[in-house]
């Protein structure tokens, strides 16, 4: 539950709020480009559905951003008068491994389709992912201990961030080690900066420093956010996750995913994992490869956090 009367959103750091990831303005959308932050804060203007796809495949936002910027964009696309199954569509493929992002937007069509109206039905979309954050956090927050050191990977976004502020107001003592999470820098860039700012002890670490930190014994337990659940706890997230995993194993570390919604019907050898390719530092000659995504195995995985508690 918020703490002492204030909202989810008065918890949540600047770059986790709703005007900050994207608004709306006239027939616009503006989407904040999370890989100039943290010291720019600059918008990326889309005039259409395909640039918001655009915005969302080329990693102006990433994490919970996606889903956010994918609503937005279905109703400037409604109130252009577009086919608004086929602008979901092309929001879905933009990011093929997020599975709820395209479920939300099936399930908000599903509303209009039975009469609701679709400003409506998005609102209360929203709505739905503001009170589950506060949810699905209250059971995160309830696995944190006092003194516990916390490593994450990523942009863990609303869940761990609301879990962890609460913690924290709850007087529990907590230290949380963020790799940097690169080539993107989302740990460096998103995480830190967001901690920091809601007064959280924290360390940005490089990507390969968390084994080192777990046979220190600094490291507590280790939770991340998931881009995808599997029913068999299967879980999809950040490249460096797996590593980080099989290191907690190795040392009795608990790991724990937070979930907004488990995919019951998406398959291991049928799931889309994302990668890129590339060039290295200019002049270099060095070829990049760079998978998005880990897929961590439920054996190695301590639990899944959802609202109806941990799984």
């Known amino acids: ?37 943290p010291s720019e804060h600059v918008e990326v203007e889309c005039r259409s559905t395909e640039d918001a796809a655009r915005a969302i495949r080329d990693m102006v936002t990433q994490g919970g951003g996606p889903l956010e910027v994918a609503l937005h964009a279905l109703r400037l696309a409604y109130r252009r008068g577009e086919d608004i199954r086929e602008a979901a569509a092309l929001l879905s493929a933009a990011r093929p491994t997020n599975s709820t992002m395209r479920r939300t937007l099936s399930a908000v069509l599903d509303e209009a389709d039975c009469g609701k109206d679709l400003d409506e039905a998005i609102d209360e979309a929203f709505a739905y992912y503001d009170d589950l954050y506060d949810r699905v956090s209250d059971v995160g927050e309830a696995l944190i201990g006092d003194g516990d050191g916390i490593l994450t990977r990523c942009f863990p976004e609303h869940t761990f961030m609301l879990s962890v502020r609460k913690a924290v107001e709850n007087g529990k003592d907590v230290t949380v080690y963020v790799p940097e999470t690169r080539p993107y820098l989302q740990g460096a860039r998103l995480t830190e900066p967001s901690l920091r700012a809601m007064g959280i002890r924290c360390f940005l670490i490089t990507d390969a420093m968390g084994a080192h930190f777990m046979a220190e014994g600094k490291i507590d337990r280790f939770m991340t956010a998931s881009d995808l659940v599997l029913s068999d706890r299967t879980v999809v997230n950040k490249t460096g996750t797996l590593s980080d995993a099989i290191a907690a194993s190795f040392y009795g570390i608990p790991y724990y995913a937070f979930s907004l919604s488990i995919d019951r019907e998406a398959r291991r050898d049928a799931i889309i994992m994302e990668s890129r390719e590339g060039w290295g530092e200019p002049g270099s000659g060095a070829r990049m490869l760079y998978p998005l995504f880990d897929m961590i195995p439920p054996e190695l995985v301590t639990g899944i956090i959802t609202k109806d508690g941990v799984i």
């Not at 002492?4 to 027939?27: K, M, T």
């Not at 989407?31 to 932050?37: A, E, F, K, M, S």
């Open 1 to 37: 539950m918020p703490i002492s009367g204030r909202s989810v959103e008065d918890l949540l750091p600047p770059f986790l709020r709703h005007g900050w990831i994207a608004r709306e303005e006239g027939n616009r959308l503006y989407v904040t480009d999370r890989r100039r932050l």
